[in-house]
């Protein structure tokens, strides 16, 4: 029997693969003002979507039932929990996950071994890659390491600074037959391939918009020709978007290829759409011909 993780997340794929609005799943998340990644995790069935305006957000935008607002009962017990109740639990999950390798005075030892090293809070981080953020954290005593590879990292500091003598130590490398891997390079790795693979997510969205466009309309129906205007309009705005970030230089060559007139042209026929009477006048004296069309684009 399948989870309501898996439910959601099901019902967000098929939904995904069957809409023509979003190119991708960032740039629906940009379009909706999600936080970059979150539909990411509901799709892959990582996380479901607990906060209240998230899952207002989805069900409007994609009319799925699954998504509809939660009951107390639906929650889970963590986010029912009266506030003194939830710190308590905090506290306890706490002391369940300390990690019996980490010293108690941590914080004090990790401050020390800093000092020691000669190293800012952000060198130090991306040298035994943890975010900098976790690591003033640490330092602080606001938290301590609950990730292996936090942990890990934590005691290579203390080891490197001789805090903490080898025989105190444990195994901290992670190794094979073959070689040794360091945890924080592999962490780096996977950043990227997951930005690698957002990168090509998006580009087949862009490919299926084009692919799209290249539809001729299969009626002559005025609700499917206004959604195929706005179909365009989406990936327009996406293809603009590329453009507000390029330098002047490549914008120079956006000039030459795409025609001033041709956008004064698009621009003046759809603000006279809004108006009857002005369109009327406008289509008095409109002879324009698009350049694209004349140069056969």
Known sequence: MSSIREIESGALKKWFSSQRTYGSLSAMERSLS????????????????????????????????????????????????????????????SNTQRDQRLPEDLPNLLRSAIKKLGLTLNRCAEKYGVKTGALKKYKSGVRRPASEKNIIAVLNILKDAEILTSDLTPSISFKTEEQSFDIGVLAREVKALREKIDQIDTRFGEARIYQEMAKKPTSNSVEERARNVMKLLMSLSEELE??????????????????????????????????????????????YTMKGKENGE
């Not at 069935?45 to 994609?62: F, M, N, Q, V, Y």
């Not at 030459?256 to 406008?282: C, H």
């Open 34 to 93: 999600i936080t970059k990644g979150y539909l990411h995790l509901i799709r892959d069935g990582s996380r479901r979507a607990l906060d209240p305006e998230l899952r207002r957000k989805i069900r409007e935008t994609t009319g799925l039932k699954e998504f509809d607002p939660l009951t107390d009962a639906a929650i889970s017990p963590f986010f029912s929990m009266s506030t003194e109740r939830r710190i308590q639990h905090k506290a306890r999950a």
């Open 242 to 287: 590329f453009f507000k970030r390029c330098s002047e230089n490549e914008r120079r060559t956006f000039k030459k290829i795409v025609p001033g007139q041709d956008v004064g042209y698009i621009t003046t026929l759809l603000r006279a759409l809004y108006d009857e009477d002005k369109f009327q006048r406008w289509l008095l004296f409109s002879t």
